[in-house]
């Protein structure tokens, strides 16, 4: 597993990952002063060693993580990679196969009843009633909470203004747009003011304006002390937030830290080289060779789905021509090469061998819902 920032990243001296995939030894990262300064500060929601299968399709595989208070920790993933999983487990919505999750001093698993009173959580299905209007569910919810009516008065109050709902939240439900049933969702998430935010894919699909405000939202909520679980597959939206990033794969942490440490870890510059537009296998294993022992190369990745382009993450720039002219030496076509700084979505390619987007694709084609669904609710 790589890990960043609190965690040194352990490498072989060189292997294979699902793509053909070589690394350097002893790339290992600084630790900054936020990080160091994090190790001191104390956990407030701990998740060890989960497990959860659905049927013969394992979800999580020993997932750990850990959140600090007054922060905002962003779970980043493909489809199926475990992170609805884990958000409906430490809610206490979904019993695991095993492991612990602990929140502050609670015992999620052993006092559900406890935990739930200290969190909110919205998932990714906005659970509204198309009859009420969005003001009457705000209410609804702080009934279920048992605020008194100067409280549910004055909470629902803050959250419209902040949400800016003002000119549509005393209308029915089923005439809202996507963009207002979500901001309303997570409003009534946070009618009791929960120490806790658990948060499932919050900004999917939305308009440019919902998404603003929530974001706008979270960062409020982070300073005045609320502490924050967010999954997404959107790289920017966690590089925007996040304090702290854990990137999730079929069920396992790849990578968790701060998303700087996390990027340096790997390199600071990326290159991408086409050798032709679409480059046959052999073809681009024999230029990894090739490159691969260049001075600077930290690693390199071929990824299939792209043509069969090399990904090679690398110290500085000026390992650039060393690369080229190693190519041309060896009479090497180069029909392209981009180069750009070290992304989020870099490491997790040079992790599994594929980008982000394509590994979406493939597992939305492999996944069952209707079947994941029924079996959750045994």
């Not at 492991?99 to 999620?108: C, H, K, P, R, Y």
Request: charged share 25%; aromatic share 4%; proline share 3%.
């Amino acid at each position: 597993m790589l890990e960043a920032g609190l965690e040194q990243i352990q490498r072989p001296q060189r292997r294979w990952l699902t793509s053909q995939s070589w690394e350097q030894p002893n790339c290992q990262p600084q630790l900054t002063h936020q990080a160091t300064a994090e190790r001191r500060s104390r956990w407030y929601v701990t998740i060890s060693d989960l497990h959860k299968s659905y049927g013969n399709r394992r979800a999580l595989n020993g997932l750990s993580l850990k959140l600090s208070q007054s922060s905002i920790y962003g779970l980043l993933g493909p489809n199926g990679a475990g992170k609805s999983t884990t958000l409906q487990i430490l809610s206490t919505l979904l019993a695991p196969d095993g492991g612990s999750v602990q929140i502050g001093d609670i015992d999620a698993l052993k006092h559900p009843r406890r935990a739930r009173a200290s969190m909110g959580y919205v998932g990714q299905e906005c659970a509204l009633d198309k009859i009420l209007t969005g003001r009457e569910h705000l209410y609804f919810h702080a009934d279920l909470h048992h605020l008194s009516d100067e409280q549910m008065h004055a909470r629902a109050g803050e959250l419209i203004e902040q949400l800016k709902m003002s000119d549509w939240v005393d209308r029915r439900c089923g005439s809202y747009s996507g963009g207002m049933k979500r901001r309303l969702d997570l409003a009534c998430g946070l009618m009791h003011e929960p120490s806790l935010l658990i948060l499932d894919e919050p900004t999917a699909g939305l308009d440019i304006e919902s998404r603003t405000a929530i974001w706008q939202l979270l960062r409020q909520l982070r300073s005045q002390g609320t502490s924050i679980l967010l999954s997404s597959h959107y790289i920017e939206e966690i590089e925007a937030l996040s304090d702290r990033v854990g990137i999730i794969e079929a069920g396992t942490m790849l990578a968790e830290g701060h998303a700087e440490d996390l990027k340096k870890s790997l390199g600071s510059d990326h290159l991408c080289i086409r050798l032709q537009e679409f480059t046959p296998r052999n073809q681009a294993e024999q230029a990894a060779e090739l490159i691969h022992s260049c001075k600077g190369v930290r690693s390199l990745v071929i990824d299939n789905a792209q043509g069969n382009s090399l990904h090679i993450a690398i110290d500085n720039p000026g390992s650039i021509e060393t690369i080229k002219q190693r190519l041309d030496q060896a009479g090497v076509p180069l029909f392209s090469l981009s180069h750009s700084q070290a992304s989020l979505n870099d490491l997790y390619l040079h992790a599994t061998g594929r980008n982000l987007c394509d590994a979406d694709q493939r597992a939305s084609a492999q996944r069952d819902l209707k079947k994941e669904r029924r079996k959750a609710m045994r």
